[in-house]
T-cell receptor
């Protein structure tokens, strides 16, 4: 089955710096790669996603890049703010649409002011 | 749009009892819903895929007789933890497949924190 590795497990940055989180996956048939943000005790919130036919996608301070050949994708957050502090999960959907997401282990991002 | 609710948000029960958790898609129809379990400071682990009108598909290691899933309508899936034990204490989160305008993604419910005494 699909195996998703996420790094780093923790990331501490100063406000205004950039943060990068990387995930690798094993199944070359994977076709959908969302990123979720989860605050303590709350639901995961979809923040950005990318599909296998696109190499990069940006939404304001957040961007995701995908390298299908290397089977990795990354989340980039620029101009970080304290409210960006949370746990971020990458996920991968392998196979046909409608199948479940497989999640990475998460990255705890701390942004200090 | 794409709001998913769960009920209850918290439940405390005695060992040996059964607990039912509801997952509803409030403003869209979801032919597929998913159930995840999340232990403290860990990732979301897929338990099962719930398809409306058919039997759920369980992940390896998840006992289907212990975690009963019913997806009786396009907006409701239920998870029943039968004969709960303290090791079943966890955060249970559902998600619903959202299809609209070329989008195919999943939105999560707020989760249910189960504590088994």
């Amino acid at each position: 089955g699909e195996n998703v590795e996420q790094h780093p497990s923790t990331l501490s940055v100063q406000e205004g710096d950039s943060a990068v989180i990387k995930c690798t996956y094993s199944d070359s048939a994977s076709n959908y790669f969302p990123w979720y943000k989860q605050e303590l005790g709350k639901r995961p919130q979809l923040i950005i996603d990318i599909r296998s036919n696109v190499g990069e996608k940006k939404d304001q301070r957040i961007a995701v890049t995908l390298n299908k050949t290397a089977k990795h994708f990354s989340l980039h957050i620029t101009e970080t703010q304290p409210e960006d502090s949370a746990v971020y999960f990458c996920a991968v959907r392998a196979g046909q649409a409608g199948t479940a997401l497989i999640f990475g282990k998460g990255t705890t991002l701390s942004v200090s002011s | 749009g794409a709001v998913v609710s769960q009920h209850p948000s918290r439940v405390i029960c005695k060992s040996g009892t059964s607990v039912k958790i509801e997952c509803r898609s409030l403003d869209f129809q979801a032919t597929t819903m998913f159930w995840y379990r999340q232990f403290p400071k860990q990732s979301l682990m897929l338990m099962a895929t719930s398809n409306e009108g058919s039997k759920a598909t369980y992940e390896q290691g998840v006992e289907k007789d212990k975690f009963l899933i019913n997806h009786a309508s396009l907006t409701l899936s239920t998870l029943t933890v039968t004969s709960a034990h303290p090791e079943d204490s966890s955060f249970y989160i559902c998600s619903a497949r959202y299809l609209a305008g070329g989008t195919d993604t999943q939105y999560f419910g707020p989760g249910t924190r189960l504590t088994v005494l």
